[in-house]
């Protein structure tokens, strides 16, 4: 998405996304929720907070890091899905935050999508936040993989399957 396109397109959510990153349906209009509606990433992310609550782990708030996916191709996500509060660090946060509070932290990176047979993927790979040697280190423990199917009769994605993914030890 070129940035001309961006920026019409998050002038045109404006009025209806509150300063909290949330949705007013009161000022929605239908073209605006279809927006959000149909973006893979903020779907996916929606289902990675439906499975890891199936799982009974789900926190109170999970720690997105902020990375090309979230900035390039749709720069407002929600703030909330359900009861689980989202929130969007950078790189250069997500340090800070490590070197204020001294203990390790789990972050959320949403991954570019990619095509596998007749499906796409999103990744949402799970990362521990530590400092190795003086640097901070990332450490993969897990995550979902999304699949969306193009559905022909509903004309729109469907989800084939969320299935969870751990890091293979060789």
């Known amino acids: 998405m070129n940035p001309r396109t961006s920026c019409l397109l998050l002038l045109s959510l404006s009025p209806a996304i509150s300063t909290s990153g949330q949705i007013d349906p009161q000022t ?7 927006v959000w509606s149909e973006n893979l990433y903020v779907r996916s992310l929606s289902e990675f ?3 890891r609550d199936s799982k009974g ?3 109170d708030s999970i ?4 990375n090309d996916v979230l900035r390039d191709w749709f720069p407002v ?10 929130e969007y660090l950078t790189d250069k946060a997500v340090r800070e935050r490590y070197r204020r509070l001294h203990q390790k932290f789990a972050i959320l990176e949403i991954k570019p999508m990619n095509n596998s047979r007749n499906e796409l993927v999103v990744n949402c790979s799970v990362y521990s936040v530590g400092m190795r040697r003086r640097k901070l280190v990332l450490g993969v423990s897990g ?6 199917r193009y559905d022909c009769q509903s004309k729109e994605f469907v989800r084939a399957k969320v299935e969870p993914w751990y890091p293979r030890i060789d």
């Open 28 to 34: 929605a209009s239908k073209n605006v929720l279809a």
């Open 63 to 66: 720690t997105v890091l902020q």
């Open 143 to 148: 995550g979902y993989m999304v699949h969306w």
């Open 49 to 51: 907070v439906e499975a």
């Open 57 to 59: 782990a789900t926190p």
């Open 77 to 86: 996500f929600p703030s909330r899905i359900g009861s689980v509060t989202i």
